[in-house]
Structures are given as structure tokens and as C-alpha cells.
């Protein structure tokens, strides 16, 4: 048993997706920041300087035990307010058009650069074919 689990992690295609899952995770981290730290500062600054991590909408009470600032998304979430948080919401889904849209550009790249396959024996299309069956069909007659 052991050596059949050995033979499955030491084919190419478990170590490639091993590889490609380390990288995509590190991939993810560099666009979260490019998202949090670069990109929604530039909108809230064109916006007004609006912080999108604050729109939320409270929907039940407030603990009565809870010192923190009523406007902190972060802190009212770790007390257990129930709220929607349309604005980290607007953050995870830019943060997705991007990483998708560096996937797409890096997809697109690979296959330019990859060797297109030659295209097989040209034979007669499926048209021609029905085409001369009519025709042999016709002379039959």
C-alpha cells in the first residue's frame, strides 16, 4: 500500500497540482494586498476618502457589554453583531475580477507561447460527403 501511495504522489500530475496549489495561495495573498492596500485606498480616495470596510448595515442589537466604536465593521463583527457587510463584500469582489482577469492574462499568454497542434488530414467535410451520397443516389435511379 505504501508503495502504491508513493507511485500516485510522485506522478507529475499530483506534484504539478501540489505546486500550483502553494503558488496560487501565495498568488492570493499578493492580490489581496494589491486589492486592500493599493487599489480600494485609490477609489475611496476618488470617492471622498470613503473607507468601504465601513459601509455595513447593523441588523440586530448591540451587546450591551460592547465598548468599541459603533462605526468599527471589525469590531462590532468580533463582538457578534449580526450585520451585512456590503463593503468588505465590494472588496472580496474586486479582489476576485482582479485575480480572475491575471489568471485569464497568464491562461491567454501560456497559449500563444504553446505549440499548436497540427491539424489533422483534411478530408472531405461532412457537407461533401452528403453532397456525393445525393448525387450517387440520383444516378441510381
Known amino acids: ?11 507529475g500530475n499530483v506534484l504539478d497540482l501540489a505546486v500550483a496549489v502553494i503558488i496560487g495561495g501565495a498568488f492570493a495573498t499578493i492580490t489581496t494586498s494589491l486589492t486592500e492596500d493599493l487599489i480600494m485606498p485609490l477609489v475611496g480616495f476618488l470617492f471622498g476618502g470613503a473607507d468601504f470596510s465601513s459601509f455595513f448595515l ?3 442589537d448591540v451587546p450591551e457589554t460592547y465598548k468599541g466604536s459603533m462605526t468599527s465593521y471589525a469590531d462590532l463583527k468580533a463582538a457578534g453583531v449580526p450585520m451585512i457587510g456590503f463593503g468588505q463584500f465590494l472588496t472580496v469582489v474586486i479582489n476576485f475580477v482582479i485575480l480572475a482577469f491575471i489568471i485569464f492574462m497568464l491562461v491567454r499568454q501560456a497559449n500563444k507561447l504553446m505549440p499548436k497542434k497540427a491539424e489533422e488530414a483534411a478530408g472531405p467535410s461532412e457537407i461533401d460527403l452528403l453532397t456525393e451520397i445525393r448525387d450517387e443516389l440520383r444516378r441510381n435511379k
Open 1 to 11: 500500500m505504501f508503495s502504491e501511495f508513493k507511485e500516485f504522489i510522485m506522478r
Open 58 to 60: 447593523i441588523l440586530g
